[in-house]
């Protein structure tokens, strides 16, 4: 089971860091990713992580703003998020996988049930 937190609203230039719990298994087996949903849209990709927090992958749209890590011994990932825009506004997912970190949603076999993001402008 994955359990996001962290979510809220924010003015624009803001940060914000959203915490992905694991509980029922070993996470540090996985890798993570975050993906996020605004309404009307497709869920997309954010950021992914290695199971050992050596590799991390982001969205252009995340790139610079955004930090992906992890603390295994804590069985949680974080997405740290700095100078929010209004257009970051979006349910944000967190996801895990066996193997490699992915873009793809569909490569991730457990998800938890989102937190939800609003930056004003």
């Known amino acids: 089971q994955l359990v996001e937190s962290g979510g809220g609203l924010v003015q624009a230039g803001g940060s914000l860091r959203l915490s992905c719990a694991a509980s029922g298994r070993t996470f540090s087996s996985y890798a993570a990713g975050w993906f996020r949903q605004a309404p009307g849209k497709e869920r997309e990709f954010v950021a992914a992580i290695s199971w050992s927090g050596g590799s991390t992958y982001y969205a252009n749209s995340a790139k610079g703003r955004f930090t992906i890590s992890r603390d295994n011994a804590k069985n949680t990932v974080y997405l740290q998020m700095n100078s929010l825009k209004p257009e970051d506004t979006a349910v944000y997912y967190c996801?895990?996988?066996?193997?490699?970190?992915?873009?793809?949603?569909?490569?991730?076999?457990?998800w938890g049930q989102g937190t939800q993001v609003t930056v004003s402008s």
């Open positions: 996801a895990a996988r066996s193997g490699y970190g992915s873009s793809r949603y569909a490569e991730y076999d457990y």
